[in-house]
């Protein structure tokens, strides 16, 4: 069984050392999060994941929720261990204080989040979703309706979904059916099914509000005939006290491959009281907040995903002993050498930790975009925040998903047979993490928005200000000889990366599924390029830390170690996904789709 362990001097390495947060806090008015603050924070949160969340894992994943005659029931302990989420007060972190929220940093909360999804991904989506609705109501919601729902969600006895998905209709939300017709006291009645809704019925809150997208009479076809709803499973009153039984019920839950203790529904509406949120017929903007929202904390979901794995396949490693070292005895005393002085279990353990800790100082960079379009002093930061998270959030998703659900594959491949079986718990890693790879937008889906919608839409505009920090980044430090190794391969690629966008766009003009051709391929490129620039960064903070002779030398220098595989390694991968670029589309296409046959 996996104990986990919550990573945090790492953490502090991205949040303090990396990313500067003290300095980030302060200059946004976050005047509450010290540094001691902050790492009281941490630490606590740490205490709680590792004793309270963590152990409820595996029997989550057993057990599985149940449904009865309409009623979802968690696991055994979950019930329990949300009681004393909510009582700890960490819903609340993040949240506005107008609504009973802290109001601290929501790149904290995002480190708290990571701690949560490593330890046990099926709890960890429940207060997840919830964030999501907040920011949802709070960003387009009206008055009465922020008072009415905000303070109980922000408190965490109540909780959130999203409904999007219909038995017909998933990406293609234009095809949706459920219908809202408008009733006199200015609710509307909503009535459809949705389905594959995550913790859409469960017995951990008092109530759930479901974010539910309709269609009104008369409605335009497709996306532009999208509105946007709350819908309670209780009604609520107007001073936020829960009233009678709303028309909502859970049809069923999925038996699914992975996140069994996390009730997955399928969600009726019957005539059930909704309210309108934003305008008509503008619904899918509004849902955008949720979308986005709910989309980094995928992104988190696969760095902490890599964690987790990396955590179980490191202390087996060492533990497990097999063969001898093809270099010479390393172990004299013992009958075999422990598996990790192989080559190939070390090229699996530092991919596993070389995703973990790269995408962490990527998702908490992210964060802390999200507290500039929160909190910052002027229009123009937040423009540009918004605009960074716009290129990077589906380059994060796709890519941090994909590579996490890799790094949980070679956890169970480090264990051998082992790792097959249930007890050990690394099968249960990868089952869980593949549906990251899915949800919030498939990686095919997030890439032809990064391509289509938001780099070729832009005519390459959204690329300049990231690509900038990059080129900065490698000119300031192209003459430092301990930095070479980084900073050359990375200017190398940002060339590749402009000469590769052109070509697609200049091939595109003549054939358009050139762009559907490339677009997971380039996606994936970007991610690689990406991940290489945030560990060129920690490679130069080690380093600095190094020259001062620091007390902790053994940290640093493995730091510097992994950013030299991850470089050696894992970033020539990217070649390949340029070659794939280049070879085009027509292979794709040439056969007829008759002709498709087993």
Same mark, same amino acid.
């Given at each position: 069984m996996l104990e986990y362990k919550a990573p945090v001097r790492d953490i502090k390495f991205v949040m303090q050392e990396l990313l500067h947060s003290n300095k980030h806090y302060q200059q946004l008015g976050y005047d509450d999060a010290s540094e001691d603050m902050v790492d009281a924070i941490i630490a606590e949160a740490a205490k709680f994941t590792e004793q309270v969340i963590a152990p409820l894992n595996q029997i989550g994943d057993?057990?599985?929720?149940?449904?009865?005659?309409?009623?979802?029931?968690?696991p055994d302990g979950f019930k329990e261990a949300y009681q004393q989420y909510v009582e700890g007060g960490w819903p609340t972190l993040s949240q506005s204080e107008e609504f009973g929220g802290q109001g601290l940093p929501h790149s904290l909360n995002v480190a708290i989040s990571e701690m949560m999804s490593s330890a046990n991904h099926s709890f960890a989506m429940y207060p997840g979703l919830s964030h999501g609705a907040l920011a949802t109501i709070e960003a387009h919601g009206t008055d009465q309706q922020k008072q009415q729902y905000m303070p109980k969600l922000v408190e965490g006895v109540w909780t959130g979904t999203m409904c999007l998905t219909e038995p017909h209709c998933g990406t293609d939300l234009g095809m949706l059916r459920t219908k809202a017709e408008p009733s006199d006291d200015g609710s509307y009645s909503i009535s459809g099914t949705k389905i594959f809704i995550s913790a859409g019925d469960h017995d951990l809150s008092d109530n759930i509000v479901h974010i539910v997208i309709a269609r009104v009479p008369g409605a335009p076809e497709?996306?532009?005939?999208?509105?946007?709803?709350?819908?309670?499973?209780?009604?609520?009153?107007?001073?936020?006290?829960?009233?009678?039984?709303?028309?909502?019920s859970c049809g069923s839950i999925e038996h699914k491959m992975g996140i069994n203790a996390?009730?997955?529904?399928?969600?009726? +509406?019957? &005539?059930?009281? /909704? !309210?309108l949120i934003g305008e008509v017929n503008k619904g899918l903007h509004c849902m955008f907040t949720f979308m986005n929202s709910a989309r980094l904390g995928v992104s988190l979901e696969g760095a902490a995903a890599a964690e987790a794995s990396f955590q179980g396949a490191l202390a087996y490693a060492k533990d497990r002993l097999q063969m001898r070292s093809i270099s010479g005895v390393k172990n004299p005393q013992g009958p075999a050498d422990?598996?990790?002085?192989?080559?190939?279990?070390?090229?699996?353990?530092?991919?596993q930790k070389s995703i973990s800790e790269g995408g962490r100082a990527l998702v908490g960079y992210l964060a802390q975009l999200v507290d500039v379009t929160h909190a910052g002093k002027d229009e123009a930061s937040k423009a540009a925040a918004d605009n960074k998270l716009a290129l990077l959030t589906?380059?994060?998703?796709? +890519?941090? &998903?994909?590579? /996490? !659900?890799?790094?949980?594959?070679?956890?169970?491949?480090?264990?051998?047979?082992?790792?097959?079986?249930?007890?050990?718990?690394?099968?249960?890693?990868?089952?869980?993490?593949?549906?990251?790879c899915l949800y919030e937008g498939t990686t095919g889906i997030q890439a032809l928005d990064l391509l289509a919608r938001k780099v070729l839409g832009s005519q390459g505009e959204i690329l300049k200000p990231f690509m900038k920090d990059m080129t900065e980044f490698c000119q300031e430090n192209y003459d430092n000889p301990q930095l070479q190794g980084f900073t050359k391969p990375i200017a190398a690629y940002l060339a590749d990366w402009q000469n590769i966008t052109?070509?697609?766009?200049?091939?595109?003009?003549?054939?358009?599924?050139?762009?559907?051709?490339?677009?997971?391929?380039?996606?994936m490129f970007c991610g690689y390029v990406t991940l290489a620039y945030f560990w060129a960064q920690m490679a130069k903070v080690a380093q600095e830390k190094l020259d001062s002779n620091t007390d902790e030398q053994a940290f640093?220098?493995?730091?510097?170690?992994?950013?030299?595989?991850?470089?050696?390694?894992?970033?020539?991968?990217?070649?390949?996904?340029?070659?794939c670029i280049e070879g085009g589309v027509d292979s794709m296409m040439a056969m007829d789709s008759e002709n498709f046959s087993f």
């Open positions: 057993q057990q599985g929720c149940t449904w009865h005659d309409g009623i979802v029931t968690t497709g996306n532009k005939g999208i509105s946007l709803f709350v819908v309670p499973k209780f009604n609520v009153n107007e001073d936020g006290t829960i009233a009678d039984r709303n028309g909502v996390n009730a997955t529904c399928v969600i009726n +509406f019957d &005539s059930a009281k /909704g !309210f422990p598996i990790i002085v192989h080559p190939d279990v070390r090229r699996m353990l530092l991919t589906p380059i994060a998703k796709a +890519f941090l &998903s994909e590579l /996490g !659900f890799e790094c949980t594959s070679h956890g169970v491949q480090i264990f051998g047979g082992h790792g097959f079986i249930k007890e050990w718990g690394m099968e249960q890693l990868m089952r869980d993490t593949k549906i990251s052109e070509s697609i766009g200049q091939k595109a003009m003549k054939n358009a599924d050139e762009i559907g051709g490339a677009s997971v391929d380039y996606l640093y220098q493995t730091k510097i170690q992994t950013a030299s595989f991850y470089f050696q390694r894992i970033l020539p991968r990217a070649k390949g996904h340029l070659a």
